[in-house]
């Protein structure tokens, strides 16, 4: 081995030992979710609310914080089943809408084919996961019968092409129809 490389492998081998006990220890692992809210230090289960707003880029006016306190678990019920919270839940509650650029109001219900405009949202949760895959297999069907309705025309081009020079033998047209499926 190259002496240069020994030396930086020699010392991460001398303190894997005690970086593995860190990252394993239970401790290590809750330090991350209690930092961020997910969990509070007390009972280490249920989500602190006062380290979670910390999270929150912009400072919260008081009536806002209010709002959270008192909805919290109403929210976190609609989190925990469905993996987001719509924004039409929010409005109900007395939530101003978000606002764009310009300052006028912007009601974000785009759906699972929108994600990253949604807010309240746990990417990792199992409903948002299945909505995911059902998009994904929609949009895989419509590229498929797009595909197909390309290959005809391709093909109509190619025996169109053909029969005008005179050779016809084993060629016919497909009747292009947009609305067909495949």
Request: with cysteine; hydrophobic share 35%.
């Amino acid at each position: 081995m190259n002496r240069r490389r020994q030396g930086p492998l020699e010392e991460i081998l001398v303190c894997l030992p005690e970086l593995l006990t860190e990252i394993v220890s239970k401790d290590g692992n809750q330090r991350g979710f209690i930092l961020c809210g997910f969990i509070d230090s007390v009972t280490r289960t249920t989500p602190d609310l006062n380290n979670l707003l910390l999270t929150c880029r912009r400072t919260m006016p008081q009536w806002e914080y209010d709002l959270f306190e008192k909805h919290f678990n109403e929210l976190f019920k609609i989190m925990h089943e469905n993996g987001h919270v719509p924004d039409d839940e929010f409005l109900k509650r007395g939530w101003p809408a978000d606002q764009n650029m310009d300052g006028m109001p912007v009601i974000r219900d785009a759906g699972i084919r929108n994600e990253r405009s949604q807010r309240a949202k746990n990417l990792t949760h199992p409903r948002q996961i299945q909505l995911r895959v059902l998009e994904a297999q929609r949009a895989k069907e419509k590229n498929a019968q797009a595909l197909g309705h390309m290959f005809m025309l391709i093909r109509n081009t190619y025996c169109h092409q053909r029969r005008s020079r005179g050779d016809v033998r084993g060629f016919s047209f497909i009747i292009y129809n947009p609305n067909a499926t495949l």
